[in-house]
Structure formats: structure tokens, C-alpha cells
């Protein structure tokens, strides 16, 4: 087992193994994944005695950098693209940059559609470049770009942004608060459209559309579902805001649990959890699977899915009837993530020498909305594809992620937990490597150089293998559950936890299941620690993020 401490002259438990060690908190946390650990650090240095419980051996649940090609090259094997940096409260309250010497890179070519006649579809940082290479195939689309670009960054900054970071209101309240405002009916009108009827709208050229629909659909929406237009202007308006975490995603999760030792906390990995206690509606500790009994005085937050939480730890005998079928009705993502990561000789080529320090490069093998479309449907079916998928290059921007001018890749494609021939398939390693050349094929379509040569290890994760090592990715499920309309923001996961606050006393809910959802965002762990710190009547110590206080006085939220 490895424990992340504070020195032992500074903390009495760990005088050694032999002693006893402390086994009452105020708060325990289940679960050491970014909102865990976002929500142990703000209530660790309010004052709290708080003790994370991890299961795996290691903290940071998809903040994971790993060398599973060839040592010491490293790959992101979960989360690389983050999008909220600039937003995320903890990165400005913890002062991660400037204590924790906490980096990012945020290339200016963001995106880049590879065309097979060697022309591409960019999109850069800078609106001109990006609105100069749209001109190249429609000036209506260009013109359109530069309009939505402006006016969903203004919708971000003023509602959706902030939202992320406040607790969730009842459907009716939040629509009255938004037809109240100017531009919250604008946003109302996106949110009532799909992702597709957003992007038709908006743009006419093939290749665009492609680009553009996948952008706003990728991250687990399905592209002709009513209802969650807000989300796909989320990945709209941020897809100028992709970030690469220098030395790799995990450098994330280990400042933060610097935040976590520092003021007092403790992280116990390799802790196998056999209930919650529960005495008199109330939820008072942790049982182990060694017998140990881990008193948790004031609150219990839970960061795993709900399903879990509830029916496995919790115990349905401490639930009520309606609470269990809604619980049993919590629908997992629609797909899940096959990706294959790879050691390289050299950087790719591509026949467009324009997008060669492009950051990602989407969706690789299908240049129509069509064949966009034709994925999805195929997905549906239990289908597998090997074109459509993102890749980047991590090391063209971070060279510290590989040794001796190598470089690494990773290719990242949707496709179904429940395969038509079944999700064991996935376990045969010949099959790994048949996907892994198949993706490579399609890719060397555009950068011919990624050949034999030049690509000289791949290591292939399928959804079965995301499920296996992330047991609260049910079905390979990377948010937790679906991203629908009915499981959304007050909804999410249910009425009953929406604002993490649970049925049974003192047990709270702050994981990706519950409102603002999964990514790298830190909204359920940032909510679920001002939630318990205004219970447990303790100061909070930070300040409203001003980007909430404007969308109050705004009187969007």
C-alpha cells in the first residue's frame, strides 16, 4: 500500500508502521480522481481533518501519465486535453503554477481536419487565421465562425462558464432566469437544439460541418438529440482553449495532493472498501475490507458513481424504494474510447506541411458529415471503426514526455463497450494489434511517414480495459453517465443529489455523476466542498470565482 503523507515529525500517525494508525476524520473522501483531490484540498486547508481512499495504487483517477510503450517515454492514458484552465478555480486558489511550478502549453494551430487532397481544415487561437483557412472552402463560413466565435465566448464568460461552478437549480427555475436576460434567451433557444441542427445552421461547407459537428459532439453527446445545444456551444466556443499539461496530465494530480499534504491531509491508496456505515439514516464511516473501521465525524463525500456508492457500499436496506429505481435507471455513456498510443522515430508529416505542429488532429479518415454521422450509427450498431478518430503529437509541444528526441502519439476513436460479437473481443491481444494498424493505416493516408519505420512500438486501451482499470467507468463510460437531457444539471444524477447533498445524512455525492459532469473541469469536486464546508458551518477561506459573481448579478444564476 503507499500512502501520500506529511513528514512524520509533523503528523503523529505515521510514526511508524507499527503504531496505530488515526482512524477518525472529519471528512473521508472515496475516491482520489480530480475531484477527490480538488475537494480534499480546499476542506484540508479550511481546517478540516480529511483522509482521501483511493483503490488503485495510485492517486489521481484520469490525471494518468504512464510508460506503457517503452521507459522513460510517458503517455497520457486517460484525460491530455484540457480545456478549463482558465476557469477552474483551483488553479488560481491553490496558486498551482506559481507554487507547484504547474505548466501548460496552448498550441495556436488547435485543430486540424487532413483532407486527402492535401488541403486541410484549421482552426488556430487567432480568429483571422482560423476564419482565412474556413475562406478557403466557404467565406459564409468564415464570416459565421468569426460570429459564433465571439458570441460563444460572451455566452461561456456569462452563464455556462459559471454554472460549472455553482450548484445546480430545478429546470423551471434556471429557464425563468435565462428568459429574464437578453442573452440567456439566446442561450435558451442553442440549448433547446441538437448538436447537429446547431452546426447546419450554422455552416454549409462538407468539410466544415465535419469538423464542426465533431467538435461539438465528440466529448459524448449524441448529434441529433434535442436539448443539449448548451453543451455543444461549450465545446464550440472552447475549441480555441485546448491545453497540454507539461511533463504529462499527472503533474496536475500530484500538485494537488502537495495542497492535501501540506495542510494535513491524508491519501491512502490501495484501499478496498466494504460499506458505508450507516447508523439511524446516518452515514458515520468507512469499513474496509480488512475489518477497519474508519470513523468519518462530520461528512462522507463520495466521488465514485452513484451506483456503486448506493447499491453496493451503501446497502439498499438503508434506501428508499423510489430512490433504488432511480438509481437502477441511471443510464452510462453511449460509447466509450479505443485508443492506441505509440512510440515514435520521428514527428509525422503530413502531406499539408501547414499542419505539422497542429495540436489535434480531428476527425482523422472521414472528411463529410455524412461519414461522421455514418460512425454514430455504426457505434449504435455495435460497430467498431478504425477512421474518424482524434491523435496528437504530445511531445511536438512537450518534449519532456519522451527521451532522446523520440516522440509519442496517441489516437483516440469512439467506439462501443457492447462490440456486435461481444465486449470479450476486447481482451485479444491479436485483435489490439490488428486495431492498431488499422488506425495506423488511416493515418498514413496523411502523414505517410507514419510507417513501420517510424512507429516502433503501439500499445492498444479498449473500453473493456477503461472499465477494468476505472471501475466507476461502467461500460468504458469516461463521464460517468450519459450526457442527456434528463441527466443533466438539476437531474444529474438524480433530483434527489443534485446539489450533492444525498438521502442519507452526512453522505455526500462529487464525482463526474453529478452536476457539471465529467473532464477536466473540477465543477462536482469544487461544488461538493462548498457544499459540506457551509454544513459543516467551517469559513471558507477562498472567494466566489468572479466569473459566478458577474452571472449573479446578471441574475442568470
Known amino acids: 500500500m503507499i500512502t501520500i503523507r506529511p513528514h512524520k515529525l509533523t503528523h503523529p500517525e505515521y510514526a511508524g508502521p507499527e503504531e496505530k494508525r488515526d482512524t477518525s476524520y472529519d471528512v473521508v473522501i472515496l475516491g482520489a480522481g480530480p475531484n477527490g483531490l480538488c475537494a ?16 488503485r495504487c495510485e492517486a489521481g483517477g484520469g490525471l494518468a501519465t504512464e510508460e506503457v510503450t517503452v521507459a522513460p517515454h510517458i503517455h497520457n492514458t486517460h484525460s491530455i486535453y484540457h480545456l478549463m484552465v482558465n476557469y477552474a478555480p483551483v488553479y488560481q486558489d491553490f496558486h498551482l503554477a506559481e507554487k507547484y511550478n504547474l505548466k501548460y502549453v496552448h498550441p495556436e494551430l488547435q485543430f486540424a481536419l487532413p483532407l486527402s487532397d492535401g488541403k486541410s481544415v484549421r482552426i488556430y487561437t487567432d480568429v483571422d487565421r482560423t476564419c482565412a483557412s474556413f475562406a478557403q472552402f466557404s467565406k459564409k463560413d468564415a464570416e459565421a465562425y468569426r460570429e459564433i466565435h465571439h458570441k460563444f465566448k460572451k455566452y461561456l464568460d456569462l452563464f455556462i462558464a459559471p454554472a460549472t461552478y455553482v450548484v445546480p437549480i430545478a429546470g423551471p427555475l434556471q429557464a425563468a432566469k435565462l428568459d429574464a436576460h437578453e442573452q440567456g434567451r439566446e442561450i435558451s433557444e442553442f440549448s433547446g437544439k441538437s448538436p447537429k441542427r446547431i452546426v447546419e445552421e450554422l455552416f454549409e461547407n462538407d468539410h466544415i460541418r465535419a469538423l464542426m459537428l465533431y467538435l461539438s459532439a465528440h466529448w459524448g453527446l449524441e448529434p441529433d438529440v434535442d436539448g443539449v445545444g448548451y453543451l455543444a456551444m461549450l465545446f464550440l466556443g472552447m475549441c480555441t482553449n485546448y491545453r497540454l499539461c507539461v511533463g504529462g496530465s499527472h503533474m496536475l494530480a500530484q500538485s494537488l495532493q502537495k495542497v492535501i499534504v501540506e495542510n494535513g491531509g491524508v491519501i491512502r491508496t490501495s484501499q478496498i472498501i466494504k460499506r458505508i456505515v450507516v447508523k439511524d439514516g446516518r452515514a458515520t464511516g468507512i469499513e474496509l475490507s480488512d475489518g477497519a473501521v474508519i470513523e468519518a465525524n462530520k461528512a462522507i463525500i463520495s466521488t465514485i458513481d452513484p451506483i456503486q456508492t448506493f447499491i453496493k457500499y451503501t446497502g439498499k436496506e438503508n434506501l428508499e424504494e423510489d430512490f433504488v429505481e432511480k438509481l437502477e435507471n441511471f443510464r452510462w455513456d453511449h460509447w466509450s474510447l479505443l485508443t492506441v498510443h505509440a512510440l515514435l522515430e520521428k514527428p509525422p508529416a503530413f502531406i499539408d506541411p501547414e499542419i505539422n505542429n497542429a495540436f489535434i488532429y480531428a476527425p482523422v479518415g472521414i472528411e463529410t458529415e455524412e461519414n461522421l454521422l455514418e460512425l454514430w450509427e455504426a457505434i449504435a450498431k455495435g460497430e467498431l471503426w478504425t477512421k474518424g478518430f482524434n491523435c496528437c503529437f504530445p511531445t511536438v509541444h512537450d518534449p519532456v514526455q519522451s527521451f532522446n528526441g523520440k516522440h509519442t502519439a496517441v489516437i483516440s476513436q469512439m467506439a462501443p463497450y457492447d462490440l456486435k460479437e461481444g465486449a470479450e ?85 462529487g464525482g463526474a455523476s453529478t452536476h457539471s459532469g465529467g473532464l477536466i ?37
Open 425 to 509: 473481443k476486447y481482451y485479444s491481444l491479436k485483435f489490439k494489434q490488428e486495431l492498431a494498424e488499422q488506425c495506423m493505416e488511416t493515418l498514413r493516408k496523411y502523414a505517410p511517414n507514419m510507417n513501420s519505420d517510424n512507429v516502433l512500438w503501439t500499445t492498444t486501451h479498449t473500453p473493456v480495459d477503461i472499465a477494468n482499470k476505472f471501475p466507476n467507468m461502467v461500460k468504458g463510460s469516461i463521464k460517468v453517465g450519459a450526457y442527456e437531457p434528463l441527466q443533466m444539471g438539476f437531474l444529474r444524477p438524480n433530483e434527489d443529489c443534485s446539489d450533492h447533498r444525498t438521502p442519507i445524512k452526512n453522505l455526500y455525492l
Open 521 to 557: 473541469t473540477f465543477g462536482p469536486g469544487y461544488q461538493v466542498a462548498n457544499v459540506v464546508a457551509e454544513d459543516c458551518g467551517v469559513e471558507k477561506w477562498w472567494r466566489e470565482p468572479e466569473i459566478v459573481k458577474k452571472a449573479k448579478e446578471e441574475g442568470l444564476l
Open 40 to 55: 480534499a484540498a480546499y476542506l484540508a486547508k479550511a481546517g478540516l481533518k480529511v483522509l482521501v481512499l483511493e483503490k
